[in-house]
C-alpha cells in the first residue's frame, strides 16, 4: 500500500559528532562509527557530523579525514556542521564534506603549519651540562630542546614545514575544489560572511 511504500522509500540522516583535540585522539572512535554507518546505510541515506576541532597532528587529522573519505567512497553525502571552530586539521576534515555549514561566529581556516619547541641549549650550557645524542643520518636531528641550532638546522625544518603545507593545501584543494587555494592556504582564519566569500563553508 501507499504508506509502506512511503516507509520503505524514507531516507536516513546519521548523525554523529567530532570534538577533536591536538592528537585527534577520537578518531578510534570514528573509525568505528563510521564502519558502523557504512555497514547499515541504504542508498540515498545522509550522514551529518558536527565537528569542533582547532586542529593538531598531521598524522591525526590525517587519519581523521581518510575515515570521512569512507563515506564518499560509499555514496553517502555529507555535511559537517561548525558550530565554534574548524580550524587547521579541523578544516583538512571539513574540505571532505559535500556540504559546510558554519555558525556566524565560527572560526574557519588556518591553512598552514606550525613547529615549535622549547630550546635550553644556552640555559644547560651556562649550568655546565653538555647533552650528548649519536644520530646516523645528515638530518636525522636538527633542532631539538637540548642542541645548539645552527641555520642549517633551521633551513632544513622550514623545507619539512613548507613540504607539509603543500600537502596539506593540495589535499584540501583537491577535495574543495571551490577554494582559491593560493587565498586561503596562508593560515589566516575568517568568519562569517569572510569565510563564506572565501567559499570556506556554503
Given at each position: 500500500n501507499?504508506?509502506?511504500?512511503?516507509?520503505?522509500?524514507r531516507k536516513n540522516l546519521f548523525v554523529t559528532t567530532f570534538p577533536g583535540d591536538t592528537t585527534a585522539s577520537q578518531v578510534k572512535e570514528l573509525r568505528e562509527e563510521v564502519t558502523a554507518i557504512v555497514r547499515s546505510a541504504k542508498p540515498g541515506d545522509e550522514v551529518l557530523l558536527v565537528l569542533e576541532s582547532g586542529g593538531g597532528t598531521v598524522t591525526g587529522y590525517g587519519l581523521a579525514a581518510a575515515q570521512l573519505k569512507r563515506f564518499k567512497d560509499a555514496n553517502l553525502k555529507l555535511t559537517i556542521c561548525v558550530e565554534q571552530v574548524a580550524a587547521s586539521g579541523g578544516y583538512m576534515m571539513c574540505c571532505i564534506a559535500d556540504h559546510i555549514v558554519a555558525s556566524p561566529f565560527a572560526v574557519l581556516g588556518s591553512i598552514g603549519v606550525i613547529s615549535d619547541q622549547p630550546?635550553?641549549?644556552?640555559?644547560l650550557k651556562k649550568e655546565g651540562i653538555?647533552?650528548?645524542?649519536?644520530?646516523?643520518?645528515k638530518y636525522k636531528r636538527?633542532?631539538?630542546?637540548?642542541?645548539?641550532?645552527?641555520?642549517?638546522?633551521?633551513?632544513?625544518?622550514k623545507e619539512d614545514v613548507e613540504a607539509i603545507l603543500k600537502l596539506f593545501s593540495g589535499f584540501v584543494a583537491?577535495?574543495?575544489?571551490?577554494l582559491d587555494i593560493e587565498?586561503?592556504?596562508?593560515?589566516?582564519?575568517?568568519?562569517?560572511?569572510?569565510?563564506?566569500?572565501?567559499?570556506?563553508?556554503?
Open positions: 501507499e504508506d509502506h511504500a512511503a516507509v520503505v522509500g630550546n635550553v641549549y644556552e640555559r653538555e647533552f650528548q645524542t649519536v644520530t646516523a643520518g636538527t633542532i631539538t630542546p637540548t642542541k645548539k641550532v645552527t641555520q642549517e638546522d633551521l633551513d632544513k625544518s583537491s577535495n574543495r575544489p571551490i587565498n586561503v592556504a596562508t593560515g589566516e582564519t575568517w568568519f562569517d560572511q569572510d569565510a563564506l566569500d572565501r567559499n570556506l563553508c556554503d
